[in-house]
């Protein structure tokens, strides 16, 4: 382990920080404090070089890609044979720390195995399924690039592509998994929300995540605090900051990879942080079991006035507890019969001009609602019995029941 941070840093030229990296228990490895830290200590700084980004790439390959096909293709391309190290002669000594397999993720397995997406919670498998459809869309562009530019990837050092097919497309998904949970925010273009802000990030890559307590930040680039385009060519360094409270010595640091519910930080990084059934980011996404309700003579002209006035779908509960105002809004028009009076009434809540439609339509709403707990805890209760305590999937499920608990009791008081 201090092999892998030692090799990086020299690589780096970077001094021997006041981190180390270990194993942690099942989070595999992070970075800890070997000494106290005081807040916001500025911990190491990592130059635009070493960073792998659309700047950083781009001379090296025909334009065409986006961010993640490109950064992804050139791991792809590099992907160490282990135990030998990566051969590229850029960025080598950082692919070579990248992990070894993705085998336990939910993607791999969906690919791999073809797994049963029904032993999941509906929008966990359905969250799944929308991740694969992205991750096809990047391999069929990347496929088609490849193809077309056969001869100019070939002559690169170290690159095979007499692999077959099938071994291209597998170091692919490790490629683009190592993208998809490793890569951080990082200003490279013009405007803030410009897809391909983004960058691998060498040693802060180490740091696993937490949803609540101390955690470290980057600190804000020069583009960033601008809001420009970064003006060296190769964009900003990235420095990262102990937390803003001191840091014993021997503790983990963490990043927050942003404020998640369990749903996404299963499926698109492979685990779960479970959290108290109070919180709101206990959540259940009920799109599945309220959709159907749309399946009637008027939901048509329903649906699409929700979809024109953007509350179609994205219906959660949450662990507070509340019920979401987009599913409130779904509701209130589910119960409000078209051509009534009511109707107006509804399109008045859209704008502030009334709370709600009618107390008959709240009432409407709330059974509705009370419906929908019963329906997901059952389903709930069904599914967890099959797995084995502490398993990730058990614990969306139970998260399933225990939101879905609290919202149920909360109607009733
Ligand atoms: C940016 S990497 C962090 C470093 C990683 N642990 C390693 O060994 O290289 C993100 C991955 O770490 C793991 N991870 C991060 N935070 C975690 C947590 N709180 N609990 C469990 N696994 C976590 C997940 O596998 C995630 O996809």
Redesign the pocket.
Known sequence: MADVLQCLLNWLELPAPSIQLRETG?????LFALTAIPPATALFTIPARALLNTRSLAPHYPPALNAVQLISLHLCLYRPIYPSHSLDPLFGPYISSL?REFDSHPLTRHVNLAADSSELPPSVANALLCMHARYIHDWDTVRGYVGNNLRFLSQKPGVRLDRGEDALQEDFLWAWLNVN??SVYHRLHKTRSHPDNLTLCPIL??????ASGPCMTIRLTDAESSNARPIPRLGDPVTLLSPSTPTDSGAELFLTYGAHANRTLFVE???V?PCAADEARAEVDVQDLVQPMFDRDDGGIKKKMLQDSGYWGDWTLDGSPAVSYRLITALRLLHVPLGSPDLQRWQDTLIGLRDIVSEANESACEKTVVGVCSTVRQRALDRRRFLLKGDAVRVLWEEEYCVALRVAENMHN
């Open positions: 099942s989070a595999g490895r992070g992990p949970t490793r890559d180490f740091a696993n995540h937490t990084y492979g685990f942080a």
